[in-house]
């Protein structure tokens, strides 16, 4: 916390002064939560200029390409660490012991199986229903398995409802692969990992065994761990907002989910596949490149660039050599897998590209391993939901411990009718 004070002088009053904190690190900023006694308060569309908490979860700087999670850089806790022990840092705040992670990780493990009954709610949807609507509803009904673990005042029961909801997600979302296919549901094995899981439960049968490739599990983990966390973004705030209502933890994480849904937040892979399939074919690259280049033509490059990060996407760098890997072990030929490779070296080489930075991003990178796995792209953000329940999970546990917690109530510049007087309608 600095000294550092901002005045602030409104015409036709006496000028006041605003404090300004600082954190451990990104910019200062000015607390103005005493402007509502002065009569006035701050108009900021988005909320791209304020900070709506203090969290001690994760700290992006875009202008540098910097992300780390409790202190760590992304970079090396993708490269050497796992899904789960990221999900204990994030929810604990430090890394575990080895032996802390065991303990984590076989209590996951044994929390992956879901409620019998929970099947029935999967039967009630119709056979063509979106994979991220069922997610969805089926999340926000787990408040109705689990009471034991609904009082959001018990530290306890909070941390049990976040090892649940980290845990029976990739179930989950795998039933929801399951019936959009009309395939039977898997059930978890207890002797495979995180990863391993959840491929198991998508790809595997009844009528024959299924061998978890090695590198798509890996592969998987990291996307599970580029995905988990990303500060204060559309949906993180959303769970943030419906929590401070004291709603329960099942019905802020289906919050989230509503929210990542929209194509401007967790769309972003599926975009990037969408698009290239429009594209189709590699000779098609220079006239959609043309494209892309006039500033006339409404066409986009789904996948590059970031709205966060100006220079370069740190969990780009990670992904970009999973993705290689998977693309060499799998040797798939696919021609949009060519389009996007092709793309990609343009995008790393052509001046233009080159000087605006639009790099190839994290989604698209990820979609297109999702793609050569063989997971339909009505799936990415589904995954991308169950990545980052971790996170949802623990902004909204960090804002229940705080004290003096408060109900988020944004304020707005009404600009509608002034008062008037009603007038019976004979009259109009």
């Known amino acids: 916390m600095a000294d550092k004070k901002a005045t602030v002088q409104v015409t036709g009053q006496e000028p006041f002064d605003l404090p300004i904190m600082s954190g451990t690190a990104g910019n200062d900023v000015i607390d103005v939560r005493t402007l509502g006694a002065q009569g006035v308060f701050t108009y900021d569309p988005g909320f791209l200029a304020t900070a709506s908490c203090q969290s001690e979860i994760t700290f992006i700087d875009g202008g540098k390409g910097v992300l780390l999670h409790r202190g760590y850089p992304i970079e090396q806790l993708a490269n050497d660490s796992s899904y789960l022990e990221l999900c204990y840092l994030l929810l604990h705040g430090e890394l575990p012991s080895s032996e802390k992670l065991e303990e984590f990780e076989e209590t996951i493990t044994h929390h992956t199986m879901v409620h019998e009954k929970i099947a029935n709610f999967f039967h009630g949807f119709v056979v063509d229903a979106h994979p991220m609507a069922m997610l969805c509803g089926v999340v926000g009904a787990l408040s109705s398995f689990y009471h034991d673990d609904l009082s959001i005042t018990d530290p306890a029961q909070r941390k049990r409802s976040a090892y649940r909801l980290v845990a029976k ?65 559309a949906s993180t705030s959303t769970v943030r907002l419906a929590g401070s209502s004291g709603a329960n933890p099942y019905a802020c994480i289906a919050a989230g989910i509503a929210s990542l849904w929209g194509p401007a937040h967790g769309g972003a892979n599926e975009a990037c596949l969408t698009m290239l399939q429009q594209i189709g074919s590699v000779d098609r690259i220079p006239e959609f490149v043309a494209k892309a280049k006039d500033k006339a033509d409404p066409f986009r490059l789904m996948g590059f660039g970031h709205r966060v990060y100006k220079n370069f996407d740190p969990r780009a760098k990670v992904m970009r050599e999973t993705c290689h890997e998977v693309l060499t072990a799998l040797k798939i030929n696919d021609p949009l897998l060519d389009v996007a490779m092709e793309l990609e070296r343009i995008a790393l080489e052509d001046p233009y590209f080159v000087e605006k930075k639009l790099y190839p991003n994290v989604d698209f990178y990820s979609g297109i391993i999702l793609k050569a796995i063989g997971i339909p792209t009505s799936m990415f953000t589904v995954i991308f939901a169950m990545s980052r329940t971790v996170g949802w999970i623990s902004h909204w546990d960090e804002m229940l411990s705080e004290k003096g917690q408060k109900i988020g109530r944004p304020r707005q510049l009404y600009t509608g009718a002034p008062k008037r007087d009603y007038v019976t309608v004979d009259k109009r």
Do not use: C, R
Request: proline share 8%; aromatic share 14%.
């Open 169 to 233: 997600l990739p179930t989950i979302a795998a039933m929801a692969y399951k019936y959009s296919i009309g395939q039977p549901f898997v059930y978890p094995k207890n002797k495979l990992s995180y990863s391993e899981n959840f491929l198991h439960m998508m790809f595997s049968v009844p009528a024959e065994d299924y061998e978890v490739n090695p590198i798509i599990a890996k592969a998987m983990d990291k996307i599970f761990m580029l995905h988990a966390d990303h500060e204060q973004n």
